[in-house]
């Protein structure tokens, strides 16, 4: 499947969608030090407004492939970024749309640790 094609954008987010919301597929979340310092409640609310998130523009999902998302929660400034690696995590995935050859890496932080 071609990397540009709309077929294959549509497969990279619906997996990165099934993997977000629901933890379907391969991958690990990552939650970073800011994150875990802010405490149980706050985390709770992070992970569950990144498992909402649905609101995806042209401005920051440009591929269309719902892999990254900021949103604030009591006026901090948060992010999320999924990233495709290779099943040993050694490199890049050689197909994102295929969950055979990919691990996904879903990072969230607080935007002031980017």
């Known amino acids: 499947m071609d990397k540009q094609s ?6 990279v987010r ?16 990552m939650l ?3 994150i875990h310092e802010t405490g149980p409640k706050f985390v709770e609310e992070v992970i569950a407004k990144v498992q909402s998130f649905n609101d ?8 269309n492939e719902h892999d990254f998302g900021k949103f604030d929660i009591d006026g901090e ?8 690696y ?4 050694q ?3 050689p197909n994102a749309a295929d969950p055979a050859v990919t691990h996904r890496v879903l990072t969230i932080m607080l935007a002031s640790e980017y």
């Open 86 to 89: 290779s099943l040993d995590l």
């Open 6 to 11: 709309k077929e294959y954008r549509a497969e």
């Open 14 to 29: 619906r997996l990165n969608d099934e993997f977000r919301r629901f933890g379907i597929g391969n991958g690990s979340v």
């Open 32 to 34: 970073t030090a800011g």
């Open 77 to 84: 400034p948060l992010f999320f970024k999924i990233d495709y």
């Open 91 to 93: 490199a890049h995935s």
């Open 56 to 63: 995806f523009t042209r401005d920051n999902d440009p591929y």
